[in-house]
Structure formats: structure tokens, C-alpha cells
């Protein structure tokens, strides 16, 4: 006697339904296409995956942000007379779940490009994928230092200022104006903060030695209570917070709590005023050191800046559930920009070959909510974006800018 | 537990005959349905094979054995890392690898198993919780980032067709996966319709009574553990294959909680219930994304409460009931194997 | 030496938060006999509620009796509607409703609040008592808050006739009945006031860690073994399992192992433990009747 049969009949009728499903959603992505190589409906299909769910699902809204953006850029004519069509779709933050829906958005729907995919962890598992086949890989929306790569990975190139280079400018600066400072350095234990210590170290150079102490956190800790208060026994006297905005801001409470009163630098990824300074409480966070490039939607000095306040009302009029306070929206609505930008420059050849082209000739372009003086340029040998960075100290209300704009290299 | 299912077929009027030629249209679907679809449909359907080895493994320890398991995503991980060392460090052939993961995750499993299986429910539901959380942090660990590339994981290569045989990657993997599951589940079936199989459900359904008989309940229950983590590991290893990818990002603790929505929705205790709780942890995520962007989630959470509420005993059991209803048996059947039993109740049976 | 105390200080603050969760979930233990994983999400909802009643100009103190009343009605109407019918199903397809459970609010908290970590008040003073700068009083505050449930939760379930049905109807739902426990009854009550303690817990936690719809998802495993370790059917035994887990993992991660591994030893610990007194530490020896 065998398993009851009737549990594999109905698996055969559930599999070949299945089998009918897919075949005829085939055939629409086929007539899609035809009408696609057509020349009176031509849309550029833009892929993405975003973790709209997961633990990464704050970063959500910079693919929600940029749907609002390109139904916008649609209704004004779109782009050379092309409509944008932007499908963008949840990977959980799963690895495994990208490459299914980077499959998907690449070999059913046949996407030009795969536009800001978030997260190391999941363009790392595209990121061959991608190159084999040809199809840009976007302005990545992360920091890890291995996107800019033209050589091998020619369709892969970052958005984000790398974390190695970050980590490489406070070094640099601490060894020129502390040259005898213990730095002592919490970060998340992974590429993201692996890569800022390993910057840092670089930036340093033979004063290496000054990191006294090293802690890390993982996302899982409910607090870095400990971790603080292993970095201020060490003896530090001066602290850089490479963590992401809540232990960010647990940290900066934290260490002013139990009296620990150093040089506090703090990374860019965590640099909101209203997100992270406000919660852990704006004179604890007075005098803070971070690097910046674009504009600090809560910081006061912008609020009758140009370029936020055309921010503010795209927000307020397409993107109303939005998060004003939130500078993640502001990233999202420069790359957003940055993209239409290379499609604009892409003319009516409009192939991944020519994206990829366009988008490592991007000369001078600033998207009026970067700060003053930084620019976007990339060549065919140059896949970093943003070659130049602005220090900045936290007064009690708002970053001011110091120095010269930085360059990185 | 067989028997049990048996028996309300019983009466059916050929039933080798129709279990045979059903087996067959299954069998024949399986090697021609590659050829009708697009290759991502094909990746797919790898993927549904994939979980539903690692369900079928999971089934074992929590269907049969009535042991709980928060954690067997650290199995999945635990083969899918060893294939992909073994073929980035040591060059081995994939192929090989599958084994190999499945042995390392025996291993594994079964020295897990060895203290675990003196736990309570609760304990062991803590426990595997705790394996389930810790494992991705020990893979990006300082001294063995070296082997397992830290967060970056390690990219793999997919196999070519051996033979000069004329199939895409995509379609060869997915029949060396279908030949893996069909070596697998026969593998199982023959497990627990023998000796051991008795003794894994007797000890979940009466402990003291199967010791009584003789039956070394500490050993049955680690080696449960072993040959339950081997599965995963094994479909660990295939899907590390076919992903091309690991990352310690790809085992998190949702893995471990989509694993055991499988079984449950599939239906315990029934070796099919991997193949149907596969079919949902693959597609429905996908849907409920479909639906909404905004709390895709939400709308998961919402589907599988419906699932539990619609078909208490899971899929299995309600195909089951469905098919006696049609079959003419609507007077009262002995009980569904799941139903009967409610095996690994954290916590309820303290007397 | 004043490196170890802040260790041990901030160990024991990171354990009131293990407790004050860890309390909840004995409660819920103690009136159904099930480990609610859905628990933290609905003490992070509760939170959100709070802090919307907080933003919406109502005084802090008002607002928590608040929280805590509706969220006791709330928890209890989740067991009328969402557990009741799977009841009397097996133990695991209840385990799958709290994860569907937990997937919703954890989604749905996100969708309306967003992801922004949110500040969130402490009801003590903010200067420390005598300048010490070791624990501050939002952690003092946070004890003795525990301090003061698990007294409550003793008192109530060992001398009030309304515990001991509770009690009772947890442990053998059948016999309860025959002397006229009303069963169903007494199992939304433990939901209700297990989800009320949850709001406490939420509303004491929030003001160290901060407010996000991600909060409780690394304090759940910690409450978790805080109970476990402590024995999952004494409060006294949670509470003091959430000050054990707090400082062995702190002190270790700073001394012993360094603070990649800390989650991993600290765990494995724990259930080493187990392994040697499988009721926790504090917990009643189980017989297992044949």
C-alpha cells in the first residue's frame, strides 16, 4: 500500500495549473516585449528590489519615494518622450530572495536596468549575475567599497559615498589634528563597519596605533550600554560612532550619561538631526564631528534652501505618507534624479550598453540637495560618484560645514 | 502511521493501480514540465524542491519525532556553507558536495540533538531559537570570516549540463535536485514505515510506554535530530547551488520561522505536506509582496492565519478529507494521523 | 574596577528589560500553558499607543493607566477572536498563529509609524540620584517597577480565589470545569493582563532603547531564556533569570569572549543550564505523570 493517491492527483492538477498560469503570464510578457521593441510604446523598464519587509524595512520608502518620482517624471512627457515604468519589488532583505526577483525583473518582465537594489548583502548575490547578463546594476544603495570595480564588474556601479572612504577621510583628519589621540571605535560587526575601521586604520596611516579600543554591536542587542562603557574604561579620549541611527543615538546619550566626554565623530549613515541627535537629546550630542553630502532635511540653515524646498513640496504634494524628518527620503530623491539624469543623456539609444555608458559619464551634475560645493562626476575608469566631502560640527541645532570641501582619494 | 491513512483508502476500488498510474503522470509531468517553462520558472520550481527536502527533514524531527525546532535554518545554513567552501576552497565538484553537507549536518544534528533531546518543549523550543539566531553572527565570526567571506558570503558558479546533455543550467539543476528529492523521500518513506519509524512515533506519543518496550529513547531522539538536520543540510547545499549565493543574510532567524510554517501548513506527519508547505513558503511571500508594498507582511501574516483557521490538519489533511468526502467516505473515518496526535505541545504536557 | 561596575550596572539595566518582557511571558504561561511569541510585538504596539496618546497632549501618567487598560482589552479580544479557534487544535498550529500575529503588528506598526526610531519619555527625574553617573534613574525606576509586578503576581495568584481558577484552568482545563471554573473565561483574562504587563514592559523599555516597530525583536530571545532560566512558571524566578542573562553576557562579552560571540556563549550557557536543572533555576520540579 502507498501514500493516498489522492494527495499526488491533486499535486498534478495544482502543478499543471500552475505550469498553465505561468505559461500564459509568459505569453503577456511576450506580447509586452513585442510591443516593447515597438517604436510607438517605448517605456524604459526600470527593475528594483527593495526590503519593504525584514529587518531593513526603513529603507522601504526609497523605492516608494522613487515610484512618486517617476509617475511625476511621467506625467511631465517622461523622459526623451519615453514613459517610465518602475517595477519595483520586496526582497525581505534575503539574499536568496533577490536573485529570485532580480531573475524575475531581468528574464520575465525584461528590465533595462536594475536601479538601486538595497543592501550588501543582497548585491552581492546579483552582483554576478548582473555582470554575466549584461544588465546594469544601478547605483547600488549601499556602501560596501567592492561596487567600483569596472574592470571585472563593468554593469555594476555604487550610489552611496563608500564606507572605506568615509573611514579613510576621519582617520586622515584625526592624525593631522590629534596626532595624539586613543580613538576608540564602536561598530556593527559586519562589511559595514569592518570597511570603516578598515578606512580609519588606512586614513591613519603610521599612527594606526591610535585606536585604543574596539567594540562591536550586533543589530540583535536590545543596547550598547556595555559596549560604551568597555570604550570609555579603555581610556579614549576620543570616540567614532560607526552605527546605524538607533544605536547611534543610544550611544551618544549613553556615553554623555555615564560621563564619558570625548571627541565624538559620528558617520554619515546616522547623521540626522531630527532621526538620531533629537532622540538622544540635542545638547548631549553638541560639538559632534560628521562627514556630509547632501543636506540635512531637519538641519534649520536649509529651510530656505532652494533645493529643499523643491524637496519639501515634491514630498508634501506626490509622497504625502512620507517621512519629512527623514534623510533617507532626501538619498532617494537624488539618486532618483541621478538616474533620470543618465536615461536624459542616453538620447534616443536607450540600451543597457549606452546606461552603463552614460552613467560612468556623469560630469559636474549636482542635484540641488547635495551640499554647496559637491558634485557628482564618474568616467569609464572611475565608478565613484562622490569623490568630495564636507566635514561638519553639530552646534546644539545644526551641522555646520568646516574646511574645505574633502577629497577622498 | 501509514496504516491509518490506508485504511480510509482502502476501499477504493484499485488503489495500487491508481496510485501507480498517478505516480507516473507525476513522474512524467516532472521531466517534461522543464521544457514548457521559461528558465526563472524552472529556478523556481528548484527552490519549491529545495524547501521541500529541508520540510521533509524538519517533518521528521517535529511531525514524527513531536520535537520542536526554532533553529533548522542553522542546518540549512550549516550545508549550505559546507557546499560552498568546499567548492570555492577545495575546488570540489558540486555534485559531491551534497553528500558531503549531508554527513557534516548528520553530525551536526546529532551532537545538537545528543543534550537537546534531554529538554522539555519549552527548553528545546529555546534552544533551537537560540542555535536558529546565533548561527548567522558565528559565521561572520573574526577567525572563520576567512572560510565563509563574512558578510559578503561567496559567490558560486552555476553547473553546467554535464555530458553535452542539451539542457539550460537552470533545467539540469533542477532535475539533479528532482533525483536528490526522489532518493530522498523514498529514503524516508522507507524510514518510517519500518522499525525506526514506529519508535520515533511511539517515543512522541508515549515516552515512558516506548522506553518500557525497550526503545533507548535518548539515542532515538538524537539520531532523529541527525538524520532531520541531514535533509535540511542537504537542501541546504542545493539551494546554495542554485542560488549561487550564501550569506550569513540568507539563514536569518526567518528561515527557521519559514521552515516551520511549511510543515504546519503542509500538513505534520505526511511525507507529501513537505511538497505542498513548500509550494506556499516559496510562492505566497511572493504574492503577499504583490498586494501590497506598504505591510506585504501584513498581508503573509494575515494568509497564514487563514490557512491555520481553513485546514487545521494542513494541506495534506485537507486534500485527505476532501478526497474521502468525494470518494463516497463521508461517514466517519478514523482521524487523519496530525489530528489525532498533537505532537510537540510547548509546555501542555507537563502533568 | 570602575569599568567592571558599569559593566555590571549596564548588565543589570539590559536585564530589567529581559525581566520586565520575561514577565509578561510567565503570565501568559501561567494562564494558558503556551509561550506567546507574538508577546514583544504586542507590547511594541502598546508602546505606540502610549506615545501617540503622549503626542496627542495627554499627561504621561494618564497615558500609561490608559495604555494599560486598553491594552488588557485588546490582548483579551485577540484570544476571543484570533485563539480561539485554534484552541483545541494541536500546540504547533497555535505556535503558527502567534507568528502570523507577530508578522501583522510588526508590519502594520511599521506601515503606520514608520521605521524612524522615535524618543520616547521616562516617567522619573532625569538627574541622577547623588551624581552617580553608574545607573541612572530611569533604570532604578525600571526595577523597582518589576519589583512591585512580581509582588502583585505573587499575591495574585497564590491567595486570590481569581488566580487560582487561573491557575487551575491553565494546568487541567477539564477537572476546572467540573468545579465550575469558567475555562474560556479565565484564558482571555491571562491574555488581557498578560498583554497589560506587556505594556508596562514596552512603556519601561522604550525610554532606554528607544521607540521602533523593531524593538522588541532582539528581546524577545533574551526574555525568553530570562524566563526559561529563571522557570517559567515563577515571576520572581523571571525577573531574577533577566538580571543573571543581563550581566553573565555583559561581563563576558567585555572580559571573556569579546562582543562578536557574546549572544552565542551566553545562550549556550543558558541552556547548559537547562540541560543540568531542565526547570530553571527557580522553577517547581515537573513530574510526568504515565
Known amino acids: 500500500m502507498h501514500k493516498p493517491s489522492s494527495h499526488w492527483t491533486l499535486l498534478v492538477i495544482t502543478t499543471l495549473l500552475a505550469v498553465a498560469c505561468s505559461r500564459s503570464e509568459q505569453g503577456a510578457a511576450g506580447g509586452d516585449n513585442a510591443k516593447a521593441t515597438a517604436p510607438v510604446a517605448s517605456a524604459i523598464r526600470i527593475g528594483q528590489t527593495m526590503p519593504y519587509s525584514g529587518p531593513a524595512s526603513a529603507y522601504g520608502t526609497i523605492g516608494k519615494l522613487q515610484t512618486a518620482y517617476f509617475k511625476k517624471i511621467n506625467q511631465s512627457g517622461g523622459i526623451n518622450g519615453r514613459k517610465i515604468e518602475f517595477l519595483t519589488v520586496d526582497d525581505a532583505y534575503s539574499p536568496p530572495k533577490a536573485v529570485e526577483q532580480v531573475r524575475k525583473l531581468v528574464e520575465q518582465d525584461n528590465a533595462l536596468v536594475i536601479f538601486q537594489p538595497l543592501g550588501t548583502p543582497s548585491n552581492a548575490a546579483i552582483h554576478k549575475y548582473l555582470n554575466t547578463k549584461k544588465i546594469p546594476q544601478l547605483f547600488t544603495a549601499t556602501g560596501a567599497s567592492q561596487w567600483n570595480d569596472p574592470e571585472n564588474f563593468p554593469y555594476t556601479i555604487g550610489f552611496n559615498i563608500n564606507y572605506v572612504d568615509e573611514g579613510r577621510v576621519y582617520g586622515k583628519y584625526i592624525a593631522e589634528k590629534q596626532p595624539n589621540a586613543k580613538i576608540g571605535i564602536l561598530y556593527q560587526n559586519d562589511d559595514y563597519g569592518k570597511d570603516y575601521l578598515k578606512g580609519l586604520k588606512d586614513g591613519l596611516g603610521n599612527k594606526a596605533k591610535l585606536v585604543v579600543a574596539e567594540a562591536t554591536y550586533e543589530v540583535s542587542d536590545p543596547t550598547v550600554d556595555s559596549q560604551i562603557a568597555t570604550l570609555k574604561g579603555s581610556g579614549a579620549d576620543t570616540f567614532l560612532n560607526v552605527t546605524t541611527p538607533k544605536f547611534a543615538a543610544q550611544a551618544i546619550r549613553r556615553a554623555y550619561d555615564i560621563g564619558w566626554k570625548p571627541t565624538q565623530y559620528l558617520n554619515n549613515v546616522s547623521a540626522s538631526v531630527g532621526s538620531v541627535l533629537t532622540p538622544a537629546g540635542l545638547d548631549k550630542a553638541m560639538g559632534l564631528v560628521t562627514i556630509a553630502y547632501y543636506k540635512d532635511p531637519t538641519d534649520k540653515q536649509w529651510e530656505n534652501d532652494a533645493g529643499m524646498k523643491e524637496w519639501r513640496e515634491f514630498m508634501t504634494k506626490e509622497y504625502p505618507e512620507g517621512n519629512l524628518s527623514d534623510g533617507t527620503n532626501v538619498y532617494a530623491y537624488i539618486a532618483a534624479q541621478t538616474l533620470v539624469q543618465v536615461l536624459r543623456q542616453c538620447g534616443d539609444q536607450v540600451t543597457s550598453e549606452n546606461v552603463m555608458k552614460q552613467a560612468a559619464n556623469l560630469k559636474d551634475f549636482a542635484p540641488a540637495q547635495l551640499l554647496p560645493g559637491i558634485k557628482i562626476n564618474t568616467g569609464p575608469k572611475d565608478y565613484v560618484l562622490f569623490d568630495q566631502l564636507q566635514l561638519a560640527r553639530f552646534d546644539g541645532t545644526s551641522w555646520v560645514p568646516f574646511g574645505q570641501v574633502l577629497s577622498v582619494l | 502511521m501509514q496504516s491509518e491513512n490506508s485504511s480510509a483508502l482502502a476501499t477504493l476500488a484499485h488503489p495500487q493501480r491508481t496510485a501507480r498510474l498517478v505516480l507516473l503522470a507525476l513522474i512524467v509531468f516532472a521531466c517534461v514540465g522543464p521544457f514548457l517553462l521559461s528558465d526563472y520558472r524552472v529556478f523556481q520550481l528548484t527552490l519549491v524542491i529545495v524547501h521541500a527536502i529541508a520540510l521533509l527533514g524538519l517533518n521528521l524531527l517535529t511531525g514524527y519525532g513531536g520535537q520542536i525546532s526554532l533553529g533548522h535554518g542553522a542546518f540549512y545554513a550549516i550545508g549550505a556553507y559546507t557546499a560552498a567552501i568546499l567548492i570555492e576552497h577545495f575546488h570540489v565538484a558540486y555534485w559531491i558536495t551534497v553528500p558531503c553537507a549531508g554527513m557534516v549536518c548528520l553530525g551536526a544534528g546529532f551532537l545538537f540533538g545528543l543534550p537537546a533531546s534531554r529538554l522539555e518543549n519549552l527548553y528545546l523550543a529555546l534552544a533551537t531559537f537560540a542555535l536558529g539566531v546565533s548561527l548567522p553572527q558565528i559565521l561572520k565570526y573574526r577567525h572563520v570570516e576567512h572560510w565563509t567571506g563574512g558578510v559578503q558570503g561567496i559567490t558560486l558558479t552555476k553547473p553546467e549540463a554535464p555530458f553535452g546533455l542539451p539542457l539550460s543550467p537552470d533545467q539540469w539543476l533542477y532535475f539533479f535536485c528532482l533525483a536528490v528529492m526522489g532518493l530522498l523521500f523514498a529514503g524516508a518513506w522507507n524510514l518510517l514505515r519500518g522499525h525506526a519509524g514506529r519508535a520515533i512515533v511511539a517515543i512522541r506519543d508515549r515516552p515512558i510506554a516506548a522506553a518500557a518496550t525497550g526503545i533507548d529513547v535518548a539515542r532515538y531522539k538524537s539520531l532523529t535530530f541527525g538524520v532531520s538536520a541531514m535533509y535540511t543540510g542537504i537542501a541546504g547545499a542545493l539551494g546554495a547551488i542554485a542560488v549561487q549565493f550564501v550569506g550569513p543574510d540568507s539563514f536569518s532567524f526567518f528561515l527557521s520561522l519559514s521552515l516551520l510554517v511549511g510543515i504546519v501548513v503542509g500538513g505534520l506527519s505526511t511525507i507529501s505536506g513537505a511538497v505542498y508547505g513548500a509550494l506556499f513558503i516559496q510562492f505566497v511571500p511572493n504574492l503577499a509582496g504583490d498586494i501590497s508594498k506598504a505591510a506585504p507582511l501584513a498581508i503573509y501574516g494575515v494568509l497564514l492565519i487563514a490557512v491555520v483557521y481553513a485546514m487545521p490538519s494542513g494541506i495534506a489533511g485537507a486534500i485527505d478529507k476532501l478526497a474521502r468526502r468525494l470518494g463516497g467516505f463521508g461517514r466517519s473515518t478514523p482521524p487523519a494521523s496530525v489530528s489525532k496526535h498533537r505532537p510537540s505541545q510547548p509546555g501542555r504536557n507537563h502533568a | ?290
Open chain 3, 1 to 290: 574596577m570602575e569599568t567592571l561596575l558599569h559593566q555590571i550596572f549596564s548588565g543589570l539595566a539590559a536585564g530589567g528589560i529581559y525581566g520586565s518582557l520575561a514577565l509578561a511571558l510567565v503570565m501568559i504561561f501561567q494562564a494558558t500553558h503556551l509561550v506567546n511569541f507574538a508577546q514583544g510585538e504586542l507590547a511594541m504596539c502598546s508602546t505606540y499607543l502610549a506615545w501617540s496618546l503622549i503626542h496627542a497632549g495627554c499627561p504621561y501618567w494618564l497615558a500609561f493607566v490608559a495604555t494599560v487598560g486598553i491594552s488588557f482589552v485588546a490582548g483579551a479580544a485577540i484570544e476571543r477572536c484570533v485563539i480561539r479557534p485554534v484552541e483545541d487544535k494541536p500546540a504547533l498550529s497555535v505556535v503558527l498563529v502567534f507568528i502570523g500575529l507577530m508578522l501583522i503588528l510588526n508590519s502594520v506598526a511599521g506601515w503606520i509609524f514608520g521605521y524612524t526610531v522615535k524618543p520616547f519619555p521616562s516617567p522619573f527625574p532625569d538627574h541622577p540620584l547623588f551624581g552617580n553617573t553608574y545607573v541612572g534613574n530611569h533604570e532604578l525606576g525600571i526595577i523597582a517597577v518589576m519589583a512591585l509586578t512580581v509582588v502583585l503576581l505573587y499575591l495574585f495568584f497564590r491567595y486570590t480565589s481569581l488566580g487560582l481558577a487561573m491557575r487551575a484552568a491553565a494546568v487541567n482545563p477539564e477537572s476546572s470545569r467540573l468545579v465550575g471554573i469558567r475555562v474560556g473565561r479565565m484564558l482571555a483574562l491571562g491574555w488581557g493582563l498578560a498583554a497589560a504587563l506587556g505594556a508596562v514592559a514596552g512603556m519601561m523599555i522604550a525610554p532606554m532603547v528607544f521607540l521602533d516597530p523593531n524593538m522588541m525583536s532582539g528581546v524577545l530571545l533574551y526574555a525568553f531564556a530570562a524566563a526559561l532560566l529563571g522557570g517559567i512558571d515563577s515571576p520572581g524566578g523571571a525577573v531574577i533569570g533577566g538580571f543573571l542573562v543581563g550581566v553573565v553576557e555583559n561581563v563576558m562579552g567585555a572580559y571573556v569572549i569579546g562582543t562578536e560571540l557574546k549572544l552565542t556563549v551566553a545562550l549556550a550557557l543558558i541552556v547548559g543550564v537547562l540541560v543540568v536543572r531542565p526547570s530553571g533555576l527557580f522553577g517547581k520540579v515537573l513530574v510526568t505523570r504515565v
